[in-house]
């Protein structure tokens, strides 16, 4: 699997405004680099699709992760549930918050070791979701990180 190549990659990702919660600035800035580093290099092959580029918007629905994909050719909604992402997420906030925090009045060493605790739990959501997206849209781990990035995004408001 190749990354950013031509026929199955991103070229836009669009956020349900609806869906969106307020923002602080770390966060906002966390949105905005999520989605200028997948747009910039990705991995994004749905499956029964002939080839993008995609466009993908992304929203929430009932408690559900709605992905629109859209190519020449091919449309096709996925929606997953986030149960199975609840605790994840629930500690990535908390972590990230201590982290936000850190990075303002700790130690270096205070600092990495939040830092270490949220990239496990951001590589730890990030493969349960490429596992989620299986038999839907193939992803690298890197892809997956950044969508991941986006859904809590999303899911601060929820």
């Known amino acids: 699997m190749a990354t ?9 990702v669009q956020l349900d405004e609806d869906s969106l919660a307020a923002a602080s600035r ?3 800035q966390e949105r905005q680099i999520a989605i200028f580093d997948l747009l910039e290099d990705n991995y994004f092959a749905p499956e ?6 995609y466009d993908l918007h992304m929203g929430l ?8 994909v ?13 149960s199975p992402f609840r605790s994840l997420i629930r500690d990535y906030f908390m972590i990230c918050e201590s982290y936000f ?4 009045n700790a130690t270096p060493a205070q600092i ?12 730890e959501a990030s493969e349960l979701l490429m596992t989620r997206l299986k038999g839907k849209i193939e992803t690298d781990l890197d892809t997956s990180r950044r969508l991941f990035t986006l859904i809590c995004a999303l899911y ?3």
């Not at 629905?61 to 629109?68: E, G, I, K, P, S």
């Not at 859209?70 to 997953?80: K, T």
């Not at 925090?101 to 303002?104: D, L, V, Y």
């Open 70 to 82: 859209r190519a020449s050719g091919y449309e096709r909604r996925h929606i997953l549930s986030l």
């Open 26 to 28: 770390d966060q906002e």
């Open 4 to 12: 950013s190549s031509t026929s199955h990659r991103l070229q836009s």
């Open 101 to 104: 925090q850190a990075i303002r």
């Open 61 to 68: 629905m009932d408690n559900r992760l709605v992905l629109d």
């Open 48 to 53: 029964g699709a002939n080839g993008g580029p």
């Open 156 to 158: 601060r408001r929820g």
């Open 112 to 123: 990495e070791v939040l830092d270490m605790g949220r990239r496990g739990l951001h590589n």
